[in-house]
Each structure stands twice: as C-alpha cells, then as structure tokens.
C-alpha cells in the first residue's frame, strides 16, 4: 500500500512542472563552467555536446578561438554552460538542476579554428528535438543521437560514426567514412561521398547511399523503406536480400542469380538486405 501511494505521490508532485514548463539538467561541478555565449582557447580533441532543442552548428572558422554563441536568453538560468578542461569541451543547454518555464527553443553555433578541426579524436551529442549540422570536420570516432531533429554533416569525415534519430532525417553529404551505424524510425538515410562499410535499420525511412568506392560491407534492414545503393561500375559483390513484397533490381552489373543472392565478379564485398514492403535497387554509377 505504502509503495502504491510514493507512486501517485511523485508524479502528482511533479505534476506542476510538467504543466508550467521545466527541464532538467544534472551536471557536476556547475561553478567551472562560463555562462552564456562566449569563446575560449586552447587544445581541443573531443566535444561533448547536450541540447534540448532548436538546432546545433559546428564548423570551422579562420581564428584561433573556439567560439560559441547561443540565441539571445534573457533569464540566467535558462544561458548555455561551457567549459574546455583537458582538450574535451563541454556543453549543456542551462544550469544545473530543475529549471522551471525556461523550455525554449535555442539555437547553438560552435566555430572551431581549423587548425584543430582535423584532429578531434571523437565527438558525443546528446540532443532531444534539436537539428544537428556538422561542417568540414573530421573526427576519429563520433556518436550523433538526437530523438526528432535532423541530423546533417557535410564536408566531413569520419573513422568511426553512430548516428540515432527517430522521426528525423540523417544526412550525409561529400563525406568519408570508414565505418557507419545509422538507425531511425521514420526519417530517410542519404549518404554520398566515400563509404567503407555501413549497418543501417530504419522502419519507415528510405535509404539512399551513393559512394564513389566499393564498400566492403553493407548490412541494411527496413520495414517499408525502399533501399537504393549506387557503386562504382567495376564493383564486386555478393549481395544477399530477403525481400517479402517488394523487389530487387540489379542496374549496370553483370552477374548470377541465384535464389535471394546475386554475385557480381569475385564477389568479395559482402552486402546483405532484409526488407518487408520496400524495394532494393543497386545501379552502377556512370564514369
């Protein structure tokens, strides 16, 4: 009974913050950070970003600071926290602890000197309904996460890359990866540029992956999303799928059919699909 009543107790107690509007946000050491937009030197290898919504920006700029600049906040409270301590910058959205009728839309640019942009060893972004754009970096291991926002990186490149949306798009443009997770629940997964290896699964998103190398390994799942792969005319690769409704179409290759696997050349790279309604099409790029 006791247990029964702690249960109905705490959520009526939060009730009037959900009402009124709060956000919460538990970080360590809160005095060591500067408030509000801002710029700061020195080393940096690895970003750590959290945001609540509007949208996040990180490109390079021709100075030597880091600069940041969030919209215009009038409250206090509800002003940016950033700190650079041993090469990691770190940021969340507003002061530490419950923060009551601050829920805002805020808007973040971050402008990393280029110097450095090159050699930032890994990148963590924990966004909830905020938009992610990356430009011109390169990161050695990275981790994109935001539950509604898109998420987009041009000019980049990336060793090592996991990306997660639900309802938002992700967006890959002249970009070069070795290696890739990209998972969504409704949004589309485009890429282009130079891909070496991917594992995707979307439900109702469609996938569409142009890559001017032969990948060496593509594992993709769908529900309803249609997957369209464009290669390299010289690729070749086993491609092995499970379609339930749809169909696989094979544009440009010459190949074996045999049953759900089609061998093109040696077959060394690796490609498997697995779709209920969608359509897979692989075609090969023109030269």
Known sequence: MLKRLISFIIPCALLPLMLVGCS????????????????????????????????????THEGSEIILTESKVDRSDAKMRFRLRDGVLTVHPQASGVNVGILKS???????????????????????????????????????????????????????LEATTAS?????????????????????????????????????GDVSITTDITPTSIEGD????????????????ECEYDVASGDANFNGFIGSHKKDRFVCGSGKNRYEFDTASGDITVNANET
Do not use: M
């Open 24 to 59: 919460i946000t538990h970080y360590s050491e809160p005095e060591s950070y500067t408030v509000g937009s801002g710029s700061v030197s020195g080393q940096l290898r690895r970003l750590d970003i959290e945001w609540h919504s509007g949208s996040v920006t990180v490109k």
């Open 222 to 237: 769908t529900a309803s999303g249609n997957i369209v792969l464009n290669l390299p005319a010289e690729s070749e690769f």
């Open 106 to 160: 805020k808007t973040l640019e971050i402008l990393i000197p280029q110097a450095q942009a090159a050699s930032l060893t890994r990148a963590d972004f924990e966004l909830a309904s905020a938009d992610l754009k990356l430009e011109h970096l390169h990161f050695s291991t990275a981790k994109l996460s935001t539950a509604s926002g898109n998420i987009k990186a041009t000019d980049c490149s990336f060793d090592s």
């Open 168 to 204: 938002g798009n992700f967006t890959l443009q002249d970009c070069t990866v070795s290696s890739c997770e990209a998972d969504t629940a409704s949004g589309d997964i485009s890429f282009r540029g130079s891909l070496r290896e991917i594992e995707f699964d979307t439900a109702s």
